[in-house]
């Protein structure tokens, strides 16, 4: 069974030897400071080093799947903010805000991926990864977290209550153009899409807040990415116990969780897959044996697919992530 057919069936809820282990990209990746060592060229802004970088990632750590971007910023990227491409030391990040009014910057004209540059750098290196057997994991930021890096997170939360109708036209702009920006991954190659969303959590929304803003764009993202037959991965961060029985009403193939989320109670809550949650913070500062450890726990637990928990660190030794996809493989047994 090669890693594309393994992951892909376990999204469909067939029968695999054994879990797949994957860092799907964007906001859970795995270009480390060390792996991106030699490396000449920016990997979030050269297509050629992007597509080595994510074949390196598979190479020397062993996840067993393609993913692009390595950051959370290409979709906020033509809206008007201005950004750090990041290096080999610091993943890609907002500098400025747009200060313009949402009317405004809703009005401006749309923002087609023709005109913004870092996304066809993803689109061409999603073409140049696409192959029968290793799967490629286009990554998307979901709405919330795009929208409050396209505007000032504080400024959107206080629209969330006082202009609650704007706030959320807003935010279906923005989700409409992931979903454009989804569909052209696809085009290019993608077999899944992974949505992260970190800023979509129950402490930060609420359980109200999230049910209004969050799980109508969710529903008609996945409406969309049904008709081209790709399945989607869904992370939400944070403690998701308030959200939980919104998250199962999504027709999503899998859901990927936070390591506060206790994966054995997610999973007598969810008729989904489960993705995770490996300690991105163990990864970085915890010993071989206790990386083996949580990573058999999180295999016992119940989970579909193992992945790091959250976005990793850049000083994550490789070494720390080769111990837990070697363990997933079979090749390294508890000490």
């Given at each position: ?161 006082r202009e609650p109708n704007e706030a959320y036209r807003f935010i279906e702009y923005v989700n409409d153009y992931l979903i454009e920006y989804a569909i052209k991954m696809v085009e290019a ?13 129950g402490e930060i929304l609420g359980q109200k807040n999230f049910d209004k803003f969050a799980m109508p764009m969710y529903i008609k993202f996945l409406e969309k990415m049904k008709k081209t ?50 300690s991105t913070l163990l990864l970085q500062n915890g010993s071989i044996d206790k990386i083996i450890s949580i990573t058999k726990n999180a295999m016992n637990s119940g989970v579909d697919i ?30």
């Amino acid at each position: 069974m090669n890693e594309k057919d393994r992951i892909l069936k376990t999204l469909r809820g067939e029968k695999v030897d054994r879990p797949p282990v994957i860092c799907p990209g964007g906001m859970m990746n795995a270009a480390v400071t060390e792996v991106l060592e030699g490396m000449k060229a920016n990997h979030n802004t050269d297509v050629d080093a992007m597509v080595a970088t994510a074949i390196k990632i598979r190479e020397i750590i062993g996840f067993e799947n393609y993913g692009v971007p390595f950051c959370m910023t290409c979709e906020a990227e033509p809206f008007g903010v201005v950004i750090s491409e990041g290096d080999k030391n610091n993943e890609p990040r907002i500098l400025e805000y747009n200060k313009a009014s949402l009317e405004d910057i809703m009005n401006d004209s749309y923002p087609h991926l023709s005109i913004n540059s870092r996304g066809e750098t993803v689109i061409k290196a999603i073409k140049v990864l696409k192959n029968d057997e290793i799967p490629v994991i286009g990554n998307i930021t979901g709405p919330i977290s795009t929208a409050t890096s396209i505007v000032d997170p504080l400024k959107l939360f206080k629209m969330l209550r006082r202009e609650p109708n704007e706030a959320y036209r807003f935010i279906e702009y923005v989700n409409d153009y992931l979903i454009e920006y989804a569909i052209k991954m696809v085009e290019a190659g993608a077999d899944i899409i992974a949505i992260s969303d970190p800023t979509a959590t129950g402490e930060i929304l609420g359980q109200k807040n999230f049910d209004k803003f969050a799980m109508p764009m969710y529903i008609k993202f996945l409406e969309k990415m049904k008709k081209t037959n790709t399945p989607v991965i869904i992370h939400i961060c944070g403690d998701a116990k308030t959200i939980i029985d919104s998250l199962n009403s999504l027709d999503v193939e899998a859901l990927s969780f936070d390591s506060i989320v206790n994966m054995r109670f997610a999973k007598s809550k969810l008729r989904t897959k489960l993705m995770g949650n490996v300690s991105t913070l163990l990864l970085q500062n915890g010993s071989i044996d206790k990386i083996i450890s949580i990573t058999k726990n999180a295999m016992n637990s119940g989970v579909d697919i193992v992945s790091p928990a959250c976005g990793l660190g850049m000083s994550t030794p490789i070494e720390n992530l080769r111990t837990m996809t070697d363990y997933v493989k079979g090749s390294i047994k508890c000490l």
